[in-house]
């Protein structure tokens, strides 16, 4: 009887045992499940939407003063900034951080836009813009268009931008301005965006993981 | 505008690298002026500036033979926003250092009095409260400023 006992206690230890075993090898695949994605966000500089937003009709125009719509950013991924062309730090900076990365990219910068879209349409004309771009990169993009349009699509993207008076000439005011650089993916959607500080390693690392994940 | 940086400067000159003046109270490395686009009017330069002395000295103002105007600047990002912030004026501590750098303290240059490319080089007058001027010299450079910090030692 105490023989019985024994064996069947011994038995329910083993399955218990059994049982802490298999949870314990649960508890340690769901965590490196977990530190996996987490690991994954971690490692990303850039902010990524879980879901890629759409972008709403816009109509402004190029460098080339060609019509630059939604459709121009289809079919590959594009790197967006706004900016001025009269701007002495941030935008050149950002603007050579870029050059920096399509250099970086190689032979898979073919696949990729760079768009320079300005937030002050009454100094940047498409000529001047064109000068402007194609001094960091002649595949560069410029981008401008009236007031109202270039804000249908800062609002959407969260863009800020603010005239602020410098010196005694009117002409010579500076734009207070959103200095990030906003990814939208070949389906044409806000896909992440790099925020400042920016370099070119970060950007390049970034986006090879985002392009991965989208195949 | 077409006043030199001399005529502007009523102040004790001291030159860079070829002082004549007893003890050097201030050296300027890692100076450059980053190139702009042709059609650029702004241009911005950037140095990491050392007070070699034991009291604090103070850089009221910045000249230049080169351009229209220049001013002192700090681009300051807040809630991914850049904002450039008019900088009256910049002490640097006793036997310190402060850096203008990209996305931060910079002169800004007005209007070039002439069209200015990289292998060029242009003259920049910081001038201080004690009524001393810094004059020098500083090559017009490519780029982002990444590859040029510390070449220039």
């Not at chain 1, 969260?158 to 000439?169: E, F, I, T």
């Not at chain 2, 990491?48 to 009221?60: M, S």
Request: aromatic share 8%; charged share 20%; net charge negative.
């Amino acid at each position: 009887m105490q023989n019985t006992t024994r064996q069947a206690s011994r038995k329910r230890f083993l399955i218990g045992g059994i049982i802490a075993v298999f949870a314990m090898l649960a508890g340690t695949w769901s965590a490196l499940q977990l530190r996996d994605r987490a690991g994954h966000v971690d490692e990303l500089a850039a902010t990524r939407f879980p879901v890629a937003r759409d972008i709403s009709a816009f109509e402004l125009v190029d460098h080339h003063g060609k019509a630059f719509t939604n459709a121009s950013l289809q079919g590959s991924w594009s790197f967006l900034f706004f900016g001025y062309t009269h701007c002495p730090d941030v935008c050149p900076t950002t603007l050579s951080v870029l050059n920096s990365v399509a250099q970086q990219l190689g032979n898979d910068a073919s696949n990729v836009r760079f768009v320079f879209i300005t937030v002050d349409p009454e100094r940047d004309t498409p000529e001047h813009l064109a000068r402007f771009v194609s001094y960091f990169n002649s595949d560069f993009i410029g981008v401008t268009g009236n007031p109202e349009a270039i804000e249908v699509l800062t609002k959407q993207l969260g863009v800020l931008a603010m005239r602020v008076a410098s010196g005694d000439n009117p002409g010579s005011y500076l734009m207070d301005h959103t200095a990030g650089v906003f990814l939208v993916d070949p389906d044409g959607k806000y896909h992440a965006v790099f925020m400042p500080p920016l370099t070119a390693e970060m950007i390049v690392a970034n986006f090879g993981k985002i392009r991965e994940d989208y195949r | 505008m077409k006043l030199t940086a001399a005529m502007l400067c009523g102040c004790l000159f001291m030159v860079i690298a070829g002082s004549t003046l007893a003890a050097p109270t201030m050296d300027v490395i890692d100076g450059w002026v980053r190139e702009a686009p042709p059609t650029s009017r702004v241009l911005a330069a950037y140095m990491r500036i050392i007070n070699l002395t034991e009291g604090d000295l103070t850089v009221t103002g910045i000249t230049s033979p080169d351009f229209e105007a220049a001013d002192l600047h700090r681009t300051v990002v807040e809630d991914g926003v850049a904002r450039m912030l008019p900088v009256p004026e910049l002490t640097i501590p006793a036997g310190g250092s402060i850096t203008l750098e990209p996305g931060g303290l910079h002169l800004m240059l007005f209007d070039p009095v002439r069209p200015l490319q990289q292998g060029d080089s242009v003259t920049l007058v910081l001038h201080r409260s004690d009524d001393i001027c810094i004059t020098l010299s500083v090559p017009v450079l490519r780029g982002t400023g990444a590859e040029h910090v510390h070449h220039q030692h």
